[in-house]
Each structure stands twice: as C-alpha cells, then as structure tokens.
C-alpha cells in the first residue's frame, strides 16, 4: 500500500503512475479532470491500447480548464451524472488489481494548493465494492453526449 499527500507533486505522480501502469483496462471515476498532464497521460494509455472508460460528474463539464471534452475527443467513452446531486467519487482501478482513492480531485488545485490525500492498494478485498460501484454507475449513467448544452 502507499499514502500521499498535496499539495504538492505526490498525489499527481501517484495518479501518473498508476495510469502509466495499466495494461489492458483502466476504470477512472472522478468528480471532474482538469490537470492537463494527468489528460495526456490518459490519452496516450487509450492510444497504446489501453480500454479506458471514465465516470464523472455533469456539472463540471463547462467549468475552465475541463479536459473531459478532449478526453471523449480522444476517443475515450465517458458516462455522466445527470442528476440533480454529485457523483463525487474519486478512485481508479487499473486492470482490474490496483486501486488507488482519496480524496485528491484530479485537477491543478488540488496540486498547487489542496490539502488532499490518496492511497493506492492491491487488496482484493477493497478493490472488490469500489468493482461493483463502478460497474454500477457505468451500467445507469448517460453517455456524455446526452450531456451536452
């Protein structure tokens, strides 16, 4: 297991590395992605093969600096909250054996000023509930077209 903190660089090199280490699939579910080298990491995961598939919150789609667009641009599918609450989770799982969570937001901020945190494990048995909610969620929100204003 390991532990990070923000601000500074830990969380997001967490994040990077974890990106960087899936294989074949990688479940990203987070309230919104606005920190660009995070977005290129993810892009270039899906270009070498890697399936990703992203859960994230409607309402910041329009916020400055959302790179959620360019994510679905990239050819990476998207499915969004639509209703009226948040979906605020902030996990990821790389093929299917490694979680990382927190409550680190995945955007510049959280970096430079956020008091934050992520923890990344290999338990199965933790890694198992955040399978389900993914699946979830995946299975009962819209795609990210059905979002758009």
Not at 73 to 82: A, N, S
Not at 88 to 109: E, V
Not at 117 to 138: G, Q, V, Y
Request: with cysteine; charged share 25%.
């Amino acid at each position: 297991m390991k532990t990070a903190f923000s601000p500074g660089p830990d969380c997001k090199n967490m994040i990077l590395e974890h990106i960087r280490s899936a294989t074949f699939e990688l479940w990203v579910c987070v309230f919104t992605i606005s920190d660009n080298d995070i977005s290129q990491t993810l892009l270039n995961a899906h270009k070498n093969g890697v399936k990703i598939r992203i859960v994230t919150d409607n309402e910041k789609l329009m916020d400055t600096g959302s790179d959620i667009f360019d994510l679905e641009r990239g050819g990476i599918p998207i499915k969004t909250d639509l209703s009226p609450n948040h979906m605020h989770h902030k996990f990821s799982i790389a093929d299917g054996r490694r979680l990382i969570t927190g409550s680190y937001n995945w955007t510049r901020s959280a970096e430079q000023y956020n008091q934050e945190n992520l923890i990344e494990t290999e338990h199965p048995d933790l890694i198992k509930p955040f399978k389900a909610e993914f699946k979830r969620l995946w299975d009962t929100l819209s795609p990210l077209g059905s979002s758009k204003k």
